[in-house]
Structures are given as structure tokens and as C-alpha cells.
């Protein structure tokens, strides 16, 4: 793992052991790549609690409870979606923050309205709403997906903060 993603998770470890929480991820582009980070540093499982890799619409609604409606409306890859995202991984989970990503990483499925490259993202902690952003990220497949897990977990930094 390079020194950035591993410093990050080092970074969200701390965050999240200062709270006594634990962090479940509900990824879909990433396909578990947040996930991987996380449970690669020592002591993870203090402050780790569980990943759900969601790449389909069927996952996203069987394992996270995304209603149907949202995703026919909205589609996969929105705000709309990363926050039931998001939002359902704490209520399946034992987690008390959690992270969720859904995005086009190419090189095909793009369209007009969503690009290779657009990623959504949420973040929420118990007791809380799911906050969420869209970005645009530039490179291959391997380059928007490492990074939308850089930001991520900036992303989740923030909202432990």
C-alpha cells in the first residue's frame, strides 16, 4: 500500500479510536478497495467493523435497504443513493460511522449526465444525517478509483472532525 492511503487510514483509525467508534463501508465502484486500505493497517479491528461491497442494484437493496424508487429515479450513481447507502450500513452493521461510494469509473458507462469519472459519496455518524458530495475525477479506471478512496476517507476525516 503507498504512504498516502496508508497514512489516511492510520489518520482515520486515530479519529475513530478517539471517538470509540467503529466504521462500516457500503462500496460500489471501489468494490471493497476502502476496505482493503483499512484492514491493511495493524490494529484495524479495534475500529474496523465491516465493509459491504454493493456493486449491483439488487446488492444496494438486499444488503443496505436502498428502496427501488431512489435508485429508478436518481440511479445508481447519486447523492440520493450514497446516502441510503451510507444510512443503511450503520443500521446493518455495528458501526457508529460509516462511508459509502457509487461512481463511473470507466472506461465505458458514462453517459452525458454522468461521466467516467463521477463518483458520490456520504458519510454519516449515529445520530446523524448522511451528508453527501459528487466529484469528477480525471485518469483510468484504477486512477478515479484510488481516487475516490483518497477522498473517501479525507471525506470521513472531516466528518469525524
Known sequence: MDKELEGLSVRVGEALLARKSMLACAE?????????????????SQWFERGFVTYSNAAKQEMLGVKADT?????????AVVREMAAGALRRSHAQAALA???????????PGKPVGTVCFAWVLQGGEPTAETLHFSGDRKAVRRQSVVYALQGLLRALD
Open 28 to 44: 460500489s465502484c471501489t468494490g471493497g478497495w476502502v476496505s482493503e486500505v483499512v484492514t491493511a493497517t495493524a490494529g484495524s
Open 101 to 111: 461510494i457509487s461512481g463511473v469509473a470507466g472506461p465505458a458507462g458514462g453517459s
Open 71 to 79: 435508485l429508478r429515479q436518481d440511479g445508481a450513481v447519486s447523492e
